[in-house]
């Protein structure tokens, strides 16, 4: 006899101008249709119940028995039961405080926590790439007006990064937009994490954040082929390629910047060794910018490789650098702190528990980088009714070791979605939310 089969809980359509935070949606349109990860999912934010709505339908489904609210104008689907009235705590978290406007008077639970978190970072993510492309679009034509917009970015960055003493790293798969801009935004963002790590003011972390951002931005000038290659790429086309450090210099320095930022996107392929390029200088000669974006950079595109290289886990790309590629880098400052930034486990990382199930690591704490929020396979279960667990709050779990996914069956592959590219965002983190319970 076959598997029995799962029965889907009902449904019932619902106007797109009735739409609220917390109702769980099924899209019933291709994937490739919507921005969403996946055609299933509860609404986290104002921001996704207007994307919704720019899709152009009318009505769409959802599930009363998987929502946090219920549209009081459209019937109960066949056996669901009213949801019912939970007490607001006394003391709301960040993140409660942050939706109370969209999601009056509903308490999140740490799942519901997560899935704000993620919404959150999710649109601050899709707003850096959004405006990085318009910036590739215009900064020949408008160089001056450009500058603007990668400032306002920078200064809106370092200000949430620095509001709170503790912060999150949340890992963001699914990200649609041009890989370029999604890598560009990965190094701003790293770097900016790296260089809180190190100390930095928060104006050299805007002239940090400018550079990362836009240290890949003269590929605008090449040809495609060549500025997003998916193969080793001929001597000759190598020699070009290479010529996006200089181009990306030219192009910043019409924009105005100084000489700070034009250094490190001059030296973002620069290696402490000499083995780098364009000028092949050594560690001596590279700005402290110059290391910390050399590092990030070579760490995304070990996770997200051009050059038909094979993709690492974040895991395998920090061993590698650590035991392979060390000279290559500031070791004893730069590679360090970023060892220690990202953790054992960074998020991406494919791991296995102590009980024996295969996780993925979806974001880690940095008061606490030996025990991140991870993501459970769980055979039967789809990727939106999977539980995070909170490793810092459940002292009972816990990693056993790092995997590949090599091992994995072909179900949990599919669940992981192995091959779509690794992208970052970070989130303060309050002490109320420390309060939150980890609950698988």
């Not at 990202?342 to 996780?359: E, K, T």
């Not at 974001?363 to 539980?387: E, I, K, T, W, Y």
């Not at 090599?406 to 192995?418: C, H």
Request: with cysteine; net charge negative; glycine share 8%.
């Amino acid at each position: 006899m076959g598997a029995p089969q799962t029965v889907p809980p009902p449904s019932v359509l619902v106007d797109i101008e009735r739409l609220r935070v917390g109702m769980f949606i099924q899209l019933e349109m291709g994937w490739m249709n919507h921005p969403f990860p996946t055609s299933n999912f509860r609404i986290s934010s104002a921001e996704q119940i207007q994307v919704l709505r720019d899709l152009g339908v009318s009505q769409l489904r959802y599930v009363p028995s998987k929502s946090l609210v219920v549209d009081e104008g459209a019937p109960l689907a066949s056996g669901d039961a009213p949801l019912p009235v939970v007490d607001e705590p006394s003391q709301p978290t960040s993140v409660q405080r942050d939706v109370e406007a969209e999601a009056p008077g509903v308490a999140l639970s740490f799942a519901d926590h997560h899935e704000v978190v993620q919404a959150r970072c999710r649109a601050r993510f899709n707003q850096a790439a959004s405006l990085y492309a318009e910036v590739a679009q215009t900064v020949d034509s408008a160089p001056v007006a450009a500058r603007a917009q990668v400032e306002a970015l920078a200064r809106a960055d370092v200000a949430e990064l620095l509001q709170s003493e503790n912060y999150s790293v949340h890992l963001l798969t699914g990200i649609t937009g041009q890989r370029q801009g999604n890598h560009c935004v990965n190094v701003m963002v790293l770097s900016l994490l790296l260089g809180r790590a190190l100390g930095l003011g928060a104006q050299a972390l805007e002239h940090l954040a400018v550079a990362g951002l836009l240290h890949d931005i003269g590929k605008i000038h090449l040809p495609a082929h060549i500025a997003q290659p998916g193969a080793p790429l001929s001597a000759s086309d190598r020699r070009v390629y290479e010529e996006h450090v200089i181009r990306s210099v030219a192009l910043a320095q019409r924009m105005g910047f100084g000489a700070e930022v034009l250094l490190a996107i001059g030296q973002h392929h620069e290696m402490a060794d000499g083995s780098g390029y364009p000028r092949r200088v050594e560690a001596a000669q590279m700005s402290q910018f110059g290391k910390v974006l050399a590092l990030v950079n070579r760490y995304d595109r070990l996770c997200n490789p051009l050059h038909g290289e094979s993709s690492h886990t974040p895991h395998e790309a920090l061993a590698r650098l650590f035991a392979q590629e060390r000279k290559r880098f500031d070791a004893t400052t730069v590679l360090a702190a970023f060892i220690r930034l990202m953790g054992v486990y960074p998020p991406g990382s494919l791991v296995q528990l102590n009980d024996g199930r295969y996780a993925r690591v979806v974001a880690s704490n940095s008061q606490s980088p030996l025990r991140p929020l991870v993501l459970p396979f769980v055979a039967g279960v789809a990727r939106c009714d999977a539980q995070v667990i909170d490793l810092g709050s459940n002292q009972e779990q816990g990693i056993r070791r790092s995997v590949k996914f090599d091992i994995l069956s072909d179900e949990a592959l599919e669940f992981f979605l192995p091959g779509q590219q690794l992208c970052y965002f970070f989130d303060r983190v309050q002490p109320a939310d420390a309060a939150q319970e980890g609950v698988a």
